[in-house]
C-alpha cells in the first residue's frame, strides 16, 4: 500500500508538494472500578495520513498554496488517485502564503518506546494494577475507587516530497487514579466523612512512574482533603506545587507561538522582556520547549512535517529568544522552524523548595481545574487542595475558594525551586513561589 | 477513507452481525458489535490564514463480550467479516470462563435507522466552497466592527457521525452531523488584549446554522469593554446568571455528580441523595438527548439505547441519574440513553448530552429589579466538578456590575464561581422564563470527549466569586 500510495504521490503533476505519514498504532487499556476490573479492552489502527499542497494564483495574481489532508486505510488501496483528486481540489480552494518543507537531515535517536512493557503489554499493567492495589492497602483510611490504565504502542513513518524517510517508535502510558480516603471513627477534625483524590499521570515508560510513591501522594491528600476548611481570603505569598504547573504556563507558551505571532495576536518580541514593561522583582524567567527529552511525552524524533525534534530556549534570564512552530509559520516570520512544541522545561531558581515554603503563606498541591485564558494569561481555579504554612511552619489543610491572577503579572514577583523534577511532559522546579499579583477569594476575615 | 465508506460497508454488516452475536452468546452472556465513523470537517479563517482541515477519520468496529463480571473488547478499523469474526472468536476466547454477575438490561427490541427528518440541506451535500465563502463572508464583517480588532477568527466544523449497533436486543443504525460556528474576536488597546466569541450550533440540516450579526456585535462590544475590566473583589454575591452560565452549572453542578458511573465508584454524592432536596423547589433539571436539533442530541446512544427524556431534578428533589448499559445493569438502576464513546477507539461511559434547567417564570427584569448590588455574570470559560465533595467550579469569563437594579458598566473579567452545590441550587430566589442552549465538549476527567450542550434559562442566585 505504501509503495502504491507513495508513487502516486510521486506522479502526480499537481501536487506541489507532500507528506505521508503511516501510522501503526496499538493499544491495551484496563478499567478497574474499586477493586473488580470493569473493562480490558485491545485497540487496532492503521492510517495513511496525507498531506498535499496546491499552489495557485491568489486574487491578486501573487502565488499562494492551500493544503489539505487525506486519510486512508488499507481498504482505500483501490482508490489511491480518486482520493488524492478530491484532497487537491480541496486544497485548491484556500490561499495562503506559500510556505517550504523541511529537508531530510540527521534526525535525533530519542529514546520514546518503553521495550520491556511491550514484551506484553497487557501483562504489564495487570502487573500494575496489582502492585496499585497493595499500594492502596496498605495506606490507612484510604480504598480504591477507580483507576484507568492505558497504554499505547505508534510506529510513525515519514516521507515527504522533500525526500523524508524516517521512522520513530513511541510508547506512551496514561494512568488515572482516584482513591477515597474515610474519616477515621470518631475523628472531630474532620469536615466530611469522605472524599476523593485522583491523578493523572503520563509517561512513556511505566517504570518512569513509581506506583507506591503515586499512591502514598494521593492518598495523603485525600486524608487531608477529610479536615480541610475553606481558606481566608488572601493577598499574600502563594507557592504552587510542581503537579499545578504545566496548565498554569499554556498562556506562555501560546505567546511564544509563531502562529500566534503571525496572527497578531501575540506581542512577544525577540530580544525583548517576556514579561512587557512590567517590573520584575523576582527571579528571571527560564523557559524552553524540549521535544528531545528522553521519554518527555512531547518528546519526538521528529514533527509531523519532518523538523527535527530539539530544545527551543523560548525565555531566558526573563528575555524572550526565540518563536516555536512549524515551517509554514516560521517561513512566515522568517526564522527557524523548531517544529512541533516539546514538553515543558521551566529552569530552576536559586532557593530550595524548603526555603520558599517560609510561611505565612498558601501552598497550592491541587486545584479542580486550571484552565488559564489562552490569551491574556488571567487565570481563576478552585482550590482542590492546600495548605496554610504559618510562620513556625505548621500546616493547615484547605480546600474551596479559588487563586486568581494573571500569569504575566505573578511572574514577575516569582522564585522557582532550585529542585526540578520530570512530570512526563515538563520538567519543572518542584515549587514556584509568587510573592505578588495573586489572590485567594476564601473567607472573609 | 471517508464518511461514504461506512455507506458501502453498513448493510453487509447489519446482515452479518446478527450471526455473529449468536455465534459468541453460545459462550458468553452478551455481545454486541458497533461500528463507528465518525469524520470532521473544519473550516478555519482569520485575517492571515484560511484552512480546510479534515481530520482523520475515526472509522472502525468495537466487539464487546462480557464474561458476567468484566466488558472484554477488541476495536479494530478492519470491517471486513472473516477478521471480525475472528477477533471475536479471540475474544470470547478470552473472556472464558463465565463468571457469576448481574445481567445485562438490554431492553426491548428495537430495529431501524434513524436520521434527522425534514432537512432542507444535508450538510454533506453543501459544498466546501460554499462552507469557505460562509466563513469568510463572516470573517469580514465582523472584521469591520471595529478597529481595536486585532484578529478575528471564523472557525466551522461539522462532525458527521454513522454507527450501526447490533446486539440480541438491537440492530439500529444512526446517520447524522453536528454543526458549529463560532467567531472568536480578540481585541487590543493600550496594552491590554482580551477575546469574547459568538457562537451557534445544530443537529441536522445546513440551514439551521446562523451566526447572525447581532451576535458577533455582542461579542465585539463584550471584547472592547473586557479590554478596560477589573477583577472583582472576592466575596459572596448576589449573581443572575445567562442561560450560559446556568447551563455551566447545569453541566458542572448535577450533570457529572449523576453520572451513574460515578455511583459504582464511590464518586458521586448524588447516589446518598437520590430521592432527596438537592435544590430549591423551583429549580428541574434534565438530561434530554431528544431536543430537536441540539448539539448533544441524538437518537440512539452508542450502546443502542433510544433516546428518552431523563429528569434529575424535579422540583429541588434529586429524582434520576443517567447511566450507560454495564453502569446502570450493575447499579440496578434504570437505564437511560447516555452509554457513549468519544470513538471507537474508547469505551463506552455514562455521559450527558444536553443538560439544562427547565425555564420558570420570571422575566429578566423582574430578577434584575431588586438587585442592591451584583454581578450579571455573561459568559462561562470552564467548569469542574467535584461530584464525590459537591464542589463545583466555574470560570466565568466576563461579568457586569448590577446596582440598584441597573447595570452600572463596571464590568469583570476572569471570575471563579465555586462552592457547595447544595447550597448554590439552594440559593436559587428565581429562574426566567426564556431558555437557550450552548454547544461545547465535555470530557470524562480530562479526556474522553463527547460534543454536548448545556442551558436553561437565566437564574437568580447567590455565589462565591473570586
Same mark, same amino acid.
Given at each position: ?96 502564503? =506559500? ?28 502487573? /500494575? ?50 482513591? *477515597? ?44 482533603? *477529610? ?142 481545574? /486550571? /484552565? ?24 493547615? =489543610? ?24 520530570? /512530570? ?22 | ?59 472502525? &468496529? ?73 466563513? $469568510? ?52 488597546? $493600550? ?6 466569541? &459568538? ?169 434584575? &429589579? ?97
Amino acid at each position: 500500500m505504501i509503495h502504491q500510495l507513495l508513487d502516486a504521490l510521486r506522479a502526480h503533476p499537481e501536487i506541489a508538494q507532500w507528506t505521508v505519514r503511516h501510522q501503526q498504532t496499538r493499544e491495551w487499556q484496563h478499567y478497574l472500578i474499586q477493586n473488580q476490573p470493569e473493562a480490558t479492552r485491545d485497540v487496532h489502527q492503521e492510517l495513511y495520513i496525507v498531506t498535499l499542497c496546491h499552489s495557485h494564483p491568489g486574487p491578486d495574481g501573487r502565488a499562494m498554496m492551500g493544503k489539505a489532508t487525506v486519510t486512508l486505510t488499507a481498504a482505500d488501496r483501490e482508490q489511491i488517485a480518486a482520493q488524492l483528486d478530491a484532497g487537491l481540489r480541496i486544497a485548491a480552494m484556500t490561499s495562503n502564503l =506559500p510556505w517550504t518543507q523541511p529537508s531530510a537531515t540527521a534526525w535525533p535517536d530519542v529514546p520514546l518506546h518503553d521495550e520491556e512493557t511491550l514484551l506484553d503489554p497487557l501483562a504489564a499493567i495487570e502487573r /500494575m494494577a496489582e502492585q496499585l492495589q497493595v499500594a492502596v492497602a496498605q495506606e490507612p483510611q484510604i480504598r480504591l475507587s477507580a483507576a484507568e490504565f492505558f497504554f499505547e504502542e505508534r510506529f510513525t513513518r515519514l516521507y515527504s516530497s522533500a525526500g523524508i524517510e524516517v521512522e520513530e517508535r513511541g510508547t506512551q502510558f496514561v494512568l488515572e487514579l482516584v482513591l *477515597l480516603a474515610a474519616a477515621a471513627t470518631g475523628d472531630a477534625a474532620a469536615a466530611v466523612d469522605e472524599t476523593e483524590h485522583f491523578v493523572i499521570e503520563k509517561r512513556r515508560r511505566l517504570a518512569d512512574l513509581d506506583v507506591a510513591d503515586l499512591v502514598a501522594d494521593i492518598a495523603r491528600n485525600a486524608r487531608d482533603s *477529610l479536615v480541610a476548611q475553606l481558606p481566608q481570603t488572601w493577598n499574600g505569598p502563594v507557592v504552587l506545587d510542581h503537579n499545578t504547573l504545566y496548565e498554569l504556563f499554556e498562556p506562555a507558551i501560546n505567546r511564544a507561538d509563531a502562529q500566534a505571532k503571525f496572527m497578531g495576536i501575540s506581542p512577544a518580541k525577540i530580544g525583548a522582556p517576556f514579561l512587557g514593561e512590567r517590573e520584575v522583582v523576582g527571579e528571571p524567567l527560564h523557559l524552553a520547549l524540549a521535544s528531545d527529552l528522553p521519554y518527555g511525552v512531547r518528546s519526538h524524533r521528529f514533527d509531523e512535517e519532518g523538523v527535527p525534534g530539539q530544545t527551543v530556549e523560548v525565555v531566558t534570564a526573563g528575555t524572550f529568544r526565540r518563536f516555536h512552530g512549524g515551517q509554514r509559520f516560521a517561513d512566515y516570520l522568517g526564522v527557524p522552524a523548531t517544529g512541533e512544541g516539546g514538553n515543558l522545561v521551566i529552569g530552576p531558581g536559586t532557593q530550595a523548595a524548603d526555603a520558599l515554603l517560609q510561611g505565612p503563606l498558601f501552598y497550592i498541591v491541587a486545584f479542580s481545574a /486550571m /484552565m488559564p485564558n489562552g490569551f491574556t494569561g488571567d487565570f481563576a481555579a478552585e482550590i482542590k487542595l492546600g495548605y496554610y504554612i504559618d510562620e513556625h511552619g505548621v500546616r493547615t =489543610p484547605v480546600k474551596g475558594g479559588s487563586l486568581t491572577g494573571n500569569l504575566f503579572d505573578a511572574l514577575t514577583a516569582a522564585q522557582f525551586a532550585r529542585e526540578v523534577r520530570f /512530570m512526563g511532559r515538563s520538567e519543572v522546579p518542584t515549587v514556584i513561589r509568587f510573592n505578588r499579583h495573586v489572590t485567594i477569594a476564601g473567607e472573609n476575615q | 477513507m471517508t464518511a461514504t465508506y461506512f455507506d458501502t460497508v453498513v448493510d453487509r454488516l447489519r446482515a452479518f452481525l446478527p450471526a455473529l452475536i449468536e455465534e459468541m452468546e453460545r459462550q458468553v452472556p452478551y455481545a454486541s458489535v458497533a461500528v463507528f465513523a465518525n469524520t470532521t470537517t473544519r473550516i478555519r479563517v482569520d485575517v492571515t490564514n484560511e484552512d480546510i482541515l479534515l481530520d482523520p477519520p475515526l472509522i472502525g &468496529a468495537v466487539i464487546t463480550v462480557y464474561d458476567g463480571v468484566r466488558l472484554w473488547e477488541h476495536a479494530t478499523h478492519v470491517l471486513d467479516n472473516d477478521h471480525l469474526r475472528d477477533k471475536a472468536r479471540d475474544l470470547v476466547a478470552r473472556a472464558l470462563p463465565v463468571k457469576k454477575g448481574p445481567a445485562l438490561q438490554l431492553g426491548a427490541m428495537r430495529t431501524g435507522h434513524y436520521t434527522v427528518p425534514d432537512v432542507l440541506r444535508r450538510p454533506h451535500d453543501v459544498p466546501l466552497q460554499e462552507k469557505l465563502e460562509l466563513c $469568510k463572508e463572516r470573517l469580514s464583517f465582523t472584521r469591520a466592527l471595529d478597529p481595536r480588532l486585532v484578529n478575528a477568527i471564523c472557525d466551522y466544523r461539522e462532525l458527521r457521525e454513522q454507527k450501526l449497533f447490533v446486539d440480541r436486543s438491537a440492530n439500529v443504525s444512526q446517520d447524522l452531523t453536528r454543526l458549529s460556528l463560532h467567531g472568536i474576536l480578540i481585541a487590543a488597546d $493600550k496594552g491590554e488584549q482580551d477575546y469574547d466569541l &459568538a457562537a451557534c450550533s445544530t443537529t441536522g440540516g445546513f440551514e439551521q446554522l446562523r451566526l447572525t450579526d447581532e451576535q458577533l456585535r455582542e461579542a465585539k462590544d463584550n471584547v472592547i469593554q473586557l479590554l478596560t475590566a477589573e477583577r472583582i473583589a472576592p466575596g459572596l454575591w448576589d449573581c443572575i446568571t445567562t442561560p450560559s452560565v446556568s447551563g455551566l452549572i447545569a453541566h458542572e453542578a448535577f450533570g457529572h455528580g449523576t453520572e451513574i458511573d460515578m455511583f459504582l465508584k464511590d464518586r458521586s454524592k448524588g447516589k446518598e441523595f437520590l430521592g432527596r432536596p438537592v435544590a430549591a423547589p423551583i429549580v428541574t433539571m434534565y438530561d434530554d438527548p431528544t431536543v430537536a436539533g441540539a448539539y448533544g442530541s441524538h437518537f440512539i446512544d452508542d450502546q443502542g439505547m433510544p433516546a428518552t427524556r431523563t429528569p434529575i431534578i424535579e422540583n429541588g428533589v434529586l429524582v434520576q441519574g443517567i447511566g450507560d448499559l454495564y453502569a446502570t445493569s450493575v447499579a440496578g438502576l434504570p437505564r437511560t440513553s447516555n452509554g457513549r464513546r468519544e470513538s471507537y477507539l474508547r469505551k463506552a461511559y455514562t455521559r450527558m448530552t444536553n443538560t439544562y434547567f427547565a425555564p420558570g417564570a420570571h422575566t429578566l427584569e423582574e430578577m434584575m &429589579a431588586d438587585v442592591e448590588h451584583g454581578v450579571y455574570l455573561v459568559s462561562g470559560e470552564s467548569g469542574m466538578e467535584d461530584p464525590k465533595s459537591w464542589g463545583i467550579q466555574c470560570t466565568i469569563h466576563m461579568g457586569k456590575e448590577i446596582k440598584h437594579g441597573q447595570f452600572t458598566g463596571k464590568v469583570f473579567k476572569s471570575l471563579a464561581l465555586t462552592g457547595y452545590v447544595p447550597e448554590l441550587l439552594g440559593s436559587i430566589t428565581m429562574v426566567g422564563n426564556d431558555f437557550h442552549l450552548g454547544s461545547g465538549t465535555c470530557g470524562k476527567g480530562h479526556k474522553e470527549w463527547v460534543p454536548v450542550t448545556d442551558g436553561g434559562p437565566h437564574l437568580r442566585l447567590r455565589g462565591r466569586l473570586g
